[in-house]
């Protein structure tokens, strides 16, 4: 089946613009997460949402970041007045129901703040 | 806090060989533990985790990692690593009272060596 998709695959764009970056997750999977990598670190953990609501959106790293999941299924991940050091790749991962499951991952949208 | 260390930037061996890729830990509560590998241009797959139960646990393409609570360790082994198998190797630890907030170590990268 269909696996996690992102898009775009890649964006820039200019300090202080506003991007929106998508994940399209696993049909029937309720969890999902949103992380941030930067070149050689390992993914770093932004937000979580189990269904419609983020239960846990403690990685946010300040309030120009945000996030949303309306039906439950598709999210999207907004970054206002963008910087330069928002440059990363987004990684969207979900996986199937409550518990402590394996994560899915999506390819990534690489972010380059100009 | 939680938080993961992998001592190693760099793992090489050759093929046939036996292979470890370690992992350190350090959380409050359970620790839930997971092992997920990065190709070249392909997003993260999961490969096995601990949540409870037995301390040996097996994964995908017959990877396994023993559990020590004493040693707070996660290691990944295989007994006869193939050139197939080199990729970034990532550990991921949470617990019960971090639920799905997980911290990602920074990647090791195995290389196979023929």
């Known amino acids: 089946g269909a696996g996690v998709s992102q898009t775009p695959s890649n964006k820039v764009t200019e300090k202080g613009k506003y991007v929106e970056l998508r994940c399209d997750p696993i049909?029937?999977?309720?969890?999902l997460y949103w992380y941030r990598q930067s070149l050689g670190q390992g993914p770093e953990f932004l937000i979580y949402?189990?269904?419609?609501?983020?239960?846990?959106d403690s990685g946010l790293p300040n309030d120009r970041f945000f996030a949303v999941r309306p039906e439950g299924s598709v999210s999207t991940l907004k970054i206002q007045r963008t910087e330069r050091g928002d440059s990363a790749v987004y990684l969207c991962?979900?996986?199937?129901?409550?518990?402590?499951?394996?994560?899915?991952f999506g390819p990534g949208t690489r972010l380059t703040v100009t | 806090a939680q938080s993961v260390a992998q001592p190693e930037d760099q793992v090489n061996v050759a093929e046939g060989n036996p292979l470890t890729v370690k992992c350190t830990y350090s959380?409050?509560?359970?620790?839930?533990l997971f092992w997920y590998v990065q190709y070249p241009n392909r997003g993260l797959q999961f490969l096995l985790k601990y949540i409870t139960g037995d301390n040996l646990v097996k994964g995908s393409y017959g990877f396994e990692a023993e559990f020590n609570k004493s040693q707070t360790s996660f290691h990944l082994k295989k007994p006869s690593a193939l050139v197939s198998d080199s990729a970034l190797y990532f550990c991921?630890?949470?617990?019960?009272?971090?639920?799905?907030?997980?911290?990602f170590g920074p990647g090791t990268r195995l290389s196979v060596l023929p």
């Open positions: 049909s029937g999977h309720t969890a």
């Open positions: 991921a630890v949470s617990s019960d009272n971090y639920g799905q907030n997980f911290v």
């Open positions: 949402f189990q269904g419609t609501g983020a239960a846990d």
């Open positions: 959380v409050s509560g359970n620790p839930y």
């Open positions: 991962a979900s996986s199937y129901g409550q518990g402590v499951g394996e994560q899915y």
